[in-house]
């Protein structure tokens, strides 16, 4: 999270094959992280960090860990697939009946039914 201190604002893309694959936008405290390859989002979430989990909701603890630092920092992620935002992370997190699910106030689910079909 350092990084984000340092990067005021900028914009980023990620080229695979010469393919653009991911935009990454900082402006004003918040990281727009949009995925342009369904691949690339499985792959992230199947790569190991800390945990032998690989299901979504087996990463819920280290999920909910992040938005949580994020928003003590005064920080927010969102996550988009193809401009769709699809999850938002730290402090502009607003769930209303997702806070039940998910168990914090850091994790904002914007579109459920995207998510879903991603992951599958």
């Known amino acids: 999270m350092q990084l984000v201190h340092v990067l005021k604002s900028g914009e980023m893309s990620l080229l695979i094959s010469e393919k653009e694959t991911l935009q990454l936008r900082i402006e004003d405290r918040r990281i727009n992280v949009n995925l342009l390859n369904k691949k690339l989002l499985k792959s ?10 690989k ?7 280290q999920l909910r ?5 994020l928003k003590k920092k005064g920080l927010t992620v969102i996550v988009s697939y193809k401009g769709t935002a699809l999850l938002t992370l730290g402090l502009e997190a607003d769930p209303k009946l997702s806070r039940l699910v998910i168990g914090s106030d850091a994790i904002e689910i914007n579109s459920l039914s995207k998510l879903i079909q991603l992951l599958v």
């Open 65 to 69: 860990s992040l938005a949580k630092q």
């Open 44 to 53: 992230i979430l199947e790569t190991k960090v800390e945990s032998e989990e």
């Open 55 to 61: 299901s979504l909701l087996g990463r819920l603890p």
